[in-house]
C-alpha cells in the first residue's frame, strides 16, 4: 500500500506497465470522510450503507473508473495532509480532481487547492477542448468568473449543444443550459430585425433628414438581406443548430452600408470628428 502520492505515482508508473488493471487500496478516516462529504456520510452513517463493516473494524468502500491520482489527492486534502499535494497540476488532472469532487460532494475540503491551482491559469480565448475542462472544474468549484469567462464562449461560438465531445465529463446539464441561452439570444436578433424592418416601413423619413428616400435604400438593403438569410443551409430557424451567435452577428455587420443620399458627392458618408455618427445603417 502506497503511503505517500509521490510512492502513489511510481507504484502506478510501475504497475500499469505491468497489468494495467491495477488495484489500488487507501486507508482513509471514516470520521474525516463523513466530516468532509455528504455522499460518505450516506454510505457510511445512512440507511444505505455501501460501507462493508463484517465483523472487523476495518470497513471497505469500492470506487471504480476514478483516476488513482487524482483520489489520492482528494483522500490527502480531506484528511488535511497538504504537504505532498502538488501546487502545480495540469489542466487535466484538475478536471479528472474536479469530478471525483463532485461526485462525493466535497468541495468546501478541497476549496484552499482549487484556489492554489487555479491562481495563474489562463483560460482559452476560443471555443476548445480546454474551454470544457474549464466549463465542469469553475462549475464543480463555484468559481463564478472562470465560470462566466468559459459560459461566454460556449454561448458566443457554440453551434449546438451536442456540437462536441464531452469526454465523459458530467456537463449536459450546464451545456444544455447554455445552448438555451444562445438559442434566446439568437431569437432576440431576429425579432430585432422585425422590429427594425416593420419600423422603417411605418416611419416618415429615416431620422438624420427625415428623408424617405434613404429610408427606402436602407429597408430595401435590410430586406434582400434577410431574403438571402432565409436561404442558408441548414435554414435558420429553432433550434438554430449549426449556427453560432458570433456568425449571426458578424453577418449582421456586414450587411452592405449604403451610398448616403444625403452625400452631394455620391461617395459613402463620412463624419466629421466633432459630428455624431450617421444613423441611416442597418447596424445603427
Same mark, same amino acid.
Given at each position: 500500500?502506497?503511503?505517500?502520492?509521490?510512492?502513489?505515482?511510481? *507504484?502506478?508508473?510501475?504497475?500499469?506497465?505491468?497489468?494495467?488493471?491495477?488495484?489500488?487500496?487507501?486507508? +482513509?478516516?471514516?470520521?474525516?470522510?463523513?466530516? @468532509?462529504?455528504?455522499?460518505?456520510?450516506?454510505?457510511? /452513517?445512512?440507511?444505505?450503507?455501501?460501507?462493508?463493516?463484517?465483523?472487523?473494524?476495518?470497513?471497505?468502500?469500492?470506487?471504480?473508473?476514478?483516476?488513482?491520482? @487524482?483520489?489520492?489527492?482528494?483522500?490527502?486534502?480531506?484528511?488535511?495532509?497538504?504537504?505532498?499535494?502538488?501546487?502545480?497540476?495540469?489542466?487535466?488532472?484538475?478536471?479528472?480532481?474536479?469530478?471525483? +469532487?463532485?461526485?462525493? %460532494?466535497?468541495?468546501? @475540503?478541497?476549496?484552499?487547492?482549487?484556489?492554489?491551482? *487555479?491562481? #495563474?491559469?489562463?483560460?482559452?480565448?476560443?471555443?476548445?477542448?480546454?474551454?470544457?475542462?474549464?466549463?465542469?472544474?469553475?462549475?464543480?468549484?463555484? !468559481?463564478?468568473?472562470?465560470?462566466?469567462? @468559459?459560459?461566454?464562449?460556449?454561448?458566443?461560438?457554440?453551434? #449546438?449543444?451536442?456540437?462536441? %465531445?464531452?469526454?465523459?465529463?458530467?456537463?449536459?446539464?450546464?451545456? /444544455?443550459?447554455?445552448?438555451?441561452?444562445?438559442?434566446?439570444?439568437?431569437?432576440?436578433?431576429?425579432?430585432?430585425?422585425?422590429?427594425?424592418?416593420?419600423?422603417?416601413?411605418?416611419?416618415? #423619413?429615416?431620422?438624420?433628414?427625415?428623408?424617405?428616400?434613404?429610408?427606402?435604400?436602407?429597408? #430595401?438593403?435590410?430586406?434582400?438581406?434577410?431574403?438571402?438569410?432565409?436561404?442558408?443551409?441548414?435554414?435558420?430557424?429553432?433550434?438554430? !443548430?449549426?449556427?453560432?451567435?458570433?456568425?449571426?452577428?458578424?453577418?449582421?455587420?456586414?450587411?452592405?452600408?449604403?451610398?448616403?443620399?444625403?452625400? !452631394?458627392?455620391?461617395?459613402?458618408? %463620412?463624419?466629421?470628428?466633432?459630428?455624431?455618427?450617421?444613423?441611416?445603417?442597418?447596424?445603427?
Amino acid at each position: 500500500m502506497p503511503r505517500s502520492i509521490s510512492s502513489l505515482q511510481r *507504484a502506478l508508473s510501475d504497475g500499469v506497465n505491468e497489468n494495467p488493471d491495477v488495484e489500488v487500496r487507501m486507508r +482513509v478516516s471514516s470520521r474525516h470522510l463523513t466530516f @468532509a462529504s455528504r455522499t460518505f456520510r450516506a454510505m457510511l /452513517d445512512g440507511p444505505w450503507k455501501e460501507g462493508n463493516s463484517s465483523s472487523r473494524p476495518i470497513r471497505q468502500i469500492s470506487a471504480e473508473n476514478w483516476d488513482a491520482f @487524482a483520489l489520492a489527492i482528494v483522500m490527502d486534502s480531506i484528511h488535511g495532509r497538504h504537504h505532498e499535494i502538488p501546487t502545480q497540476i495540469t489542466d487535466g488532472l484538475l478536471t479528472r480532481i474536479a469530478t471525483i +469532487v463532485d461526485y462525493y %460532494e466535497c468541495r468546501q @475540503a478541497m476549496h484552499f487547492n482549487y484556489e492554489v491551482w *487555479a491562481h #495563474g491559469k489562463t483560460l482559452p480565448s476560443k471555443l476548445c477542448n480546454a474551454a470544457l475542462l474549464w466549463l465542469h472544474v469553475s462549475w464543480v468549484f463555484h !468559481d463564478e468568473n472562470r465560470f462566466r469567462i @468559459a459560459a461566454r464562449l460556449f454561448v458566443r461560438f457554440s453551434i #449546438g449543444a451536442y456540437d462536441f %465531445e464531452t469526454h465523459d465529463l458530467p456537463v449536459s446539464g450546464v451545456l /444544455d443550459l447554455l445552448d438555451g441561452i444562445r438559442r434566446t439570444l439568437i431569437n432576440t436578433v431576429s425579432e430585432v430585425l422585425d422590429s427594425l424592418e416593420q419600423h422603417m416601413i411605418d416611419e416618415d #423619413g429615416c431620422d438624420y433628414f427625415k428623408d424617405l428616400d434613404c429610408t427606402a435604400i436602407v429597408l #430595401g438593403i435590410l430586406v434582400r438581406e434577410r431574403h438571402m438569410i432565409t436561404n442558408l443551409d441548414p435554414p435558420l430557424v429553432a433550434p438554430f !443548430d449549426g449556427y453560432s451567435l458570433h456568425k449571426i452577428l458578424r453577418r449582421i455587420s456586414r450587411f452592405r452600408t449604403p451610398l448616403s443620399p444625403h452625400n !452631394d458627392l455620391d461617395q459613402p458618408y %463620412e463624419k466629421d470628428d466633432d459630428e455624431e455618427e450617421h444613423p441611416c445603417t442597418i447596424q445603427d
